[in-house]
């Protein structure tokens, strides 16, 4: 009986080493997720003017009424400051 004991807690201890190993593995293993490629500038400026044609880009800054309201411009042309973005 001693020695029945004695291999079944060797085997339990093995099966808690396995699952510590193998949720250590789970846990650390998605970090070392491979990195994309850097992108170089001139591609992130062609990926701007892409996203810039393609959607309606609005200058929500709040200051934009109360500059409007005492400095009024026509904002749809260049303004003369050249601080508003369209």
Do not use: Q
């Not at 093995?14 to 500038?41: D, G, Y």
């Not at 200058?59 to 050249?82: A, N, R, Y």
């Amino acid at each position: 009986m001693n020695i029945v004991n004695k291999t079944k807690g060797k085997f339990t201890g093995r099966i808690i080493l396995i699952n510590i190993i193998i949720t250590v593995l789970i846990v650390i293993l998605p970090s070392f997720k491979i990195k994309p490629k850097e992108k170089s500038e001139d591609e992130l400026w062609k990926k701007a003017l892409k996203i810039c044609k393609k959607n309606v880009i609005l200058d929500s800054h709040i200051d934009w009424p109360d500059k409007h309201l005492f400095f009024p411009e026509d904002i749809s042309k260049k303004t003369t400051k050249g601080d508003f973005d369209l």
